[in-house]
């Protein structure tokens, strides 16, 4: 069990702890975010400050989000960045990020290792707020960012996709192995970064509607679009925009499924729950 403990606090694995202590990437992370002084940063799940540390050097102050009452603890009393540290000891899900940006007058730049228990429902959280981000990187399980980065006709292709390539420009900046942690995780991860469009380049009338659309044709990604969401659409409505109803879900667009969610808008054909 000794490998599990890290500097002395003990993983735990109901948070998904994977603590990073590789030197080298840890450097190539640092430099990838390139933090300048006066910014407003926000590390998600600071764990043993891997990443807190050289962030936090090379800043005036930053704020931190950690749910492990102990880790969160540990970083208030921090020698050096103890009193540069704004600790919020909350799960990150309940953040408001609008709130901090507004309370710093400026974007926030939101870096993390995320759990790869919580990576895909806090990625929808903080795509509610990124008109008040200007950036993010993040640490995930490498197959997350494989579908974060995924194109139409590729088996990563998902919901995931389509709704974080309408909100952000998405770059792969490098791949981690396991044993860069500790303990190591079973799996490969990979650094993303994010970076949240001022204006999304196929605009949206209502986001709940495309959520919707992918939701339903990801949830049937074997039936075509005639059968996944063919009612919701009235007859010809697909030939109308050019799109094919023979197509299967991994093989459409953002623009098509931004084209079909505003289709879906204005005829309203069935209220949204």
């Known amino acids: 069990m000794n490998n599990r ?29 390139h933090p300048q002084r006066s910014e407003a940063l926000v590390e998600i799940g600071p764990g043993l400050g891997a990443l807190t540390e050289p962030v936090g050097e090379r800043l005036d102050a930053l704020t931190v989000v950690e749910l492990d009452r102990d880790l ?16 919020y000891q909350q799960d990150a899900m309940t953040f408001d990020f609008a709130a901090l940006a507004k309370e710093k007058g400026q974007p926030l730049r939101v870096f993390g290792n995320l759990p ?55 770059i792969p900046v490098l791949e981690v192995p396991p044993h860069s942690f500790t303990p190591p995780p079973k799996v490969d991860s990979a650094v993303v970064r994010l970076v949240p469009f001022v204006e999304p380049p196929y605009p949206v009338s209502d986001i709940r509607v495309l959520s919707r659309i992918t939701t339903e044709a990801f949830g049937k990604r074997r039936k075509t679009l005639r059968n996944s969401l063919g009612y919701l659409f009235a007859a010809g409505a697909l030939d109308e925009l050019g799109i094919d109803a023979g197509l299967r879900a991994e093989n459409v667009s953002v623009a098509q499924y931004c084209q079909l969610a505003n289709w879906l808008a204005t005829h309203n054909v069935e209220p949204l729950e």
């Open 5 to 33: 403990v890290h500097q002395g606090h003990y993983a735990r694995k109901r948070f998904g702890q994977n603590f990073l202590n590789d030197q080298y990437i840890i450097d190539s992370i640092v430099s990838a975010i």
């Open 72 to 87: 969160a603890a540990r970083l208030q009393t921090h020698p050096f960045l103890g009193p540069k540290l704004t600790i």
């Open 116 to 170: 790869y228990n919580i990576s895909t429902p806090l990625m929808f959280h903080l795509f509610s707020y990124t008109g008040s981000i200007k950036d993010m990187h993040f640490m995930l399980q490498k197959e997350v960012v494989n579908r974060l980065v995924a194109g139409p006709g590729s088996k990563a292709y998902g919901r995931l996709s389509v709704m974080a390539q309408y909100y952000c420009q998405v």
